[in-house]
C-alpha cells in the first residue's frame, strides 16, 4: 500500500497539540520516523525514506511534531521535540508491540531521536536511523551539532548525501574518528543532496540510492 495510504492511523493527545501517527503494513521490526525542521510526515521525502526503510526490512511509522499540528512553520525547541518524540515512542510501543523498535527520521527528525538517546539512554530502543543527518546549518561550518554523538549507544546508521549541504564530507569524517566505530555505520549516498536528490551529472538515479540504501538498512539491521 502506499505510504499516504497507511496500514494504521492514530491520534496521541498531548499537552501542546494532538500528535498524528501512521504506520504502514510491514514485519515486526519497526523504525519510527520523524520528519525535518520545514517538512512534515506527508512530505515526499518522507514518503520516500519510509519506503526506502520498509523495503530495507522495517515497517515504518511516521508523525508530525505538534508545531505543525498547529500550523506553525518554525519548529518548537528541541526540548520540546524531545518530550513529544518520547510520548510517541510510548505509544507506538504500547499500540504496535515491536519485537525491535528502531528511532530516527530525516534530517531535524533525526537529531531530536538522536538527543533524546543521548540524553536518556536506550531503554526499549534497539538502534538509531538517521536520514540525512543535519551536522551543522549550510555553509556553518563553525556550528557543528556533534557534542552528543558520542553518548549514544545504540547501533547507529548515517545514511548521507555526498552533496548534502548540512554535512560537509571531510568534517563529518572528522567527527567520525570521535565515535565509536561498533557502534556507529556512516554510509555516503553517492550524488545526493540533503534531500537524496540525485546530480544527473554522477550517472546514478534516485532508484540506484533508494535499492543501495536499502540494502545498507538490511545489512545493517542484522547487526542490530
Known sequence: PSMLNPDEAWTITTESAPIPVAAASGGQDLVLLAHGAGSHMQHRTMLWV???????????????????????????????????????????????????????????????????????????????????????????????????????????????????????????????????PSTWTLRWVEGADHSYVIAKSSGRTRTDAAVEMSKAISGWMKTV
Open 50 to 180: 519510509s519506503d526506502v526503510a520498509r523495503a530495507g526490512g522495517l515497517r515504518p511509522t511516521r508523525f508530525n511534531f505538534g508545531y505543525r499540528v498547529v500550523g506553525r512553520a518554525i519548529p518548537d525547541k528541541m526540548p520540546v521535540l524531545v518530550a513529544t518524540y518520547r510520548e510517541v515512542i510510548d505509544s507506538v510501543r504500547d499500540r504496535l508491540r515491536p519485537r525491535r523498535l528502531i528511532i530516527g527520521g530525516h534530517s531535524m527528525g533525526g537529531r531530536a531521536a538522536s538527543m533524546l538517546l543521548a540524553e536518556e539512554g536506550h531503554e526499549g530502543v534497539h538502534g538509531l536511523l538517521l536520514f540525512g543527518y543535519p551536522l551543522h546549518p549550510p555553509g556553518r561550518l563553525d556550528k557543528l551539532r556533534n557534542a552528543h554523538l558520542p553518548a549514544i549507544r545504540v547501533p547507529t546508521l548515517q545514511l548521507s548525501g555526498t552533496r548534502d549541504e548540512f554535512c560537509d564530507r571531510l568534517t563529518m569524517e572528522r567527527v567520525m574518528k570521535t565515535l565509536d
